[in-house]
């Protein structure tokens, strides 16, 4: 699986809207963008995914680079509830149950009130 | 709805003891299913994977070993538990059929070995 790059930390406060970047230069083009995020002493929660097309959910906006070698996951709004660990992966499609996720360092965020 | 329950919450165990964690997912059948770790400030691994009742893969050798007795148990095991194993372990699944890396987290398992 390729490599992603995050930053290792990004601070915010309530109410902003926060652009989460990652970097992935060598991603084949069989491979899917996914992002979990992860509080202290808990699992890891899954948070979106896509493939080429920008998409959206409840929880994010994920941007995804035309040459598809970078995304940025969009949260509105943040509240203190957003404050987690969030993780970048990449994983090939149709790998069956034996899908393994590859969980990095992440970008710790940090939500101020 | 899906559940997953993981047992004990936590537990303090002494370094060449054995070691038995469960993972029960109710709501859901088929499931495939995941044990991970995280050591203390570290990162998450995987360590096994099961896609059917009686078959378990190896990812990460931890001399530890898994098995899945029943098509919604997962048990993690290891029959002389060494410091390094303590952590934080993580049972997960996955919808059978359906998108394999929208995997879904228990609460986890605290171990602490002395």
């Known amino acids: 699986d390729a490599k992603t790059t995050q930053p290792d930390s990004m601070e915010s406060t309530e109410g902003e809207t926060v652009h989460l970047p990652c970097s992935h230069a060598?991603?084949?083009?069989?491979?899917?963008i996914y992002w979990y995020r992860q509080v202290p002493l808990q699992g890891p929660e899954y948070v979106t995914h896509?493939?080429?097309q920008n998409t959206t959910n409840s929880m994010a906006f994920l941007a995804i680079a035309s040459d598809r070698k970078s995304s940025t996951l969009i949260l509105p709004h943040v509240s203190l509830r957003d404050a987690a660990v969030y993780h970048c992966?990449?994983?090939?499609?149709?790998?069956?149950?034996?899908?393994?996720?590859?969980f990095g360092e992440g970008t710790k965020l940090t939500v101020s009130s | 709805a899906q559940t997953i329950h993981q047992w004990p919450v936590a537990e303090i165990k002494a370094v060449g003891s054995p070691l038995s964690l469960g993972c029960t997912i109710k709501?859901?059948?088929?499931?495939?299913l995941y044990w991970y770790w995280q050591a203390t400030g570290g990162t998450l691994q995987q360590l096994f994977y099961?896609?059917?009742?009686?078959?378990v893969e190896s990812v990460v050798q931890l001399n530890l070993s898994a098995s899945r007795p029943k098509d919604d148990q997962f048990i993690l095991s290891t029959e002389k538990l060494l410091l390094s194993h303590s952590g934080f372990y993580l049972c997960?699944?996955?919808?059978?059929?359906?998108?394999?890396?929208?995997?879904?987290f228990g609460p986890g398992t605290r171990l602490t070995v002395l």
């Open positions: 709501g859901k059948s088929s499931p495939n």
């Open positions: 060598t991603i084949s083009g069989n491979e899917y």
């Open positions: 099961s896609i059917t009742v009686g078959q």
């Open positions: 992966i990449l994983r090939v499609a149709n790998q069956g149950g034996s899908a393994k996720l590859i």
């Open positions: 997960a699944w996955s919808p059978r059929g359906g998108n394999y890396a929208e995997q879904f």
């Open positions: 896509g493939l080429q």
